[in-house]
């Protein structure tokens, strides 16, 4: 019998109330199948580009502060550390209908943050989850463009709630934050006390399966006139035993396993994110 998961009271404030958002610029920029840019600062479109022969196209909106963070909500009782590092929780037997959820991760300044952790959970098809081992449970990164993609199946319902997806983000240095993703046109939404309509998935049909959008933002300041920076390279890396729950800035060294990696991203080492399994946070020396 599931456990009931129970509101939390920390809702934030509503949303752009109709202005531009970072989530409608990036929500076309998906559309239009283009990787966001950021051009003086800003996020900027594929139509930005001059259009073939020369025309001007319309101007980009430029991206509002319009969005607060992304709302928090409970992680439940079903939430397990250590899940594997995929961005796909399905074979090709897994019974469900499939489902993908791509978007972005952005930070306060409108900029995309790569090597974000997210850590998805749901339940099967059915509404139950897996609660001895690690089935449709996944971490990844987002990228050098701070885009996710998650392959998986709708979840099932199961008593008390409505439809949903868990998920744990964490920029690299920064607190994890959690929250869920819910699905337009559920009868449930109505009736699930957590249920919020700031969480709720762009979806649609694609095919026999379905495709939802959703782009997170982090309580990350950016300075939005400022280019990212990457560590300098001629910083030597301290030795030492990689360690969970040490603080690791860029550019830090770490020996694993008898090898020596150097630090990416600032993080907190935590069990299972061990420098081989990691690409993202950890280079080989
Ligand atoms: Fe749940």
């Not at 998961?5 to 409608?24: D, F, I, L, Y």
């Not at 998650?150 to 868990?166: I, K, M, S």
């Not at 495709?211 to 982090?218: A, C, K, M, P, S």
Request: aromatic residues 8%.
């Amino acid at each position: 019998m599931p456990v009931p998961e129970e509101p939390t009271a920390t809702p934030g404030p509503a949303g752009s109330g109709g202005r531009v958002s970072r989530k409608s610029v990036l929500r076309a920029a998906a559309a239009l199948g283009a990787a966001p840019l950021l051009i003086g600062g800003r996020v900027a479109l594929a139509r930005d580009q001059p259009a073939p022969g020369g025309a001007a196209l319309a101007p980009t909106p430029d991206c509002h502060d319009g969005d607060e963070p992304t709302v928090e909500q409970m992680e439940g009782p079903y939430f397990k550390p250590n899940s594997p590092l995929r961005d796909s929780l399905v074979t090709s037997g897994t019974p469900g209908t499939r489902l993908t959820v791509t978007g972005y991760v952005f930070g306060r300044g409108c900029r995309p943050i790569p090597g974000v952790l997210l850590d998805f959970w749901q339940a099967d098809h059915n509404g139950a989850y897996d609660n001895s081992g690690y089935r449709f449970r996944g971490h990844q990164f987002s990228t050098a463009q701070g885009s996710f993609s998650l392959t998986t199946v709708v979840p099932g319902l199961y008593p008390g709630r409505t439809r949903h997806l868990h998920v744990k983000l964490q920029a690299p240095g920064r607190r994890v934050v959690t929250t869920q993703l819910y699905f337009p046109g559920e009868p449930r939404n109505s009736t699930d006390s957590l249920f919020d309509s700031r969480l709720l998935m762009n979806l649609r049909q694609a095919g026999p399966g379905q495709e939802g959008t959703f782009d997170f933002v982090l309580d990350v300041p950016q300075d939005p006139t400022t280019p990212p920076t990457t560590p300098p390279p001629t910083t030597p890396p301290p030795t030492g035993t990689w360690t969970p729950g040490r603080a690791y800035r860029a550019g830090d060294g770490a020996a694993y396993a008898g090898l020596s990696y150097r630090c990416l991203q600032a993080h907190t080492a935590v069990v299972g994110w061990e420098p081989p399994n990691v690409p993202a946070l950890w280079q080989r020396l």
